[in-house]
């Protein structure tokens, strides 16, 4: 899971575990892998108030995940969308999340 993406979800997670699973099990002296499994168990763990989250990196929630998330409410182009200070949206939005370090990065959970 070297290349995270700018989101993921808990299903992505699950599967990455299988997959060591079977590593670990094919290879149990891969202390790589049992790392990164007993690592990605411990995120959700972190967050377990939440059946399927969806993990936001920190750096895309601040350059594009709110007007993204705004898009799929509907369309977001031409006036008052085009006046609308996105910084700003993403900093009101980020008081409803936590982060969560995945791996070395930061990703942000709603919590």
Not at 8 to 33: G, K, M, N
Not at 63 to 82: C, I, K, N, R, V
Request: proline letters at 3%; hydrophobic letters at 40%.
């Amino acid at each position: 899971m070297a290349n995270l993406g700018k989101t993921l979800d808990s299903d992505d997670i699950r599967s990455r575990i299988a997959d060591l699973d079977l590593v670990v099990q094919d290879q149990p002296d891969d202390e790589e892998a049992e790392q990164e499994r007993m690592a990605l168990r411990g995120v959700l763990d972190e967050v377990h108030w939440t059946a399927n989250a969806l993990f936001i990196r920190e750096d895309y929630f601040y350059e594009g995940f709110a007007q993204d998330y705004a898009s799929g409410l509907g369309p977001t182009g031409g006036w008052p969308y085009d006046c609308i200070d996105w910084d700003k949206a993403a900093s009101e939005m980020r008081q409803d999340y936590v982060a969560v370090d995945i791996l070395g990065d930061t990703y942000l959970v709603r919590g």
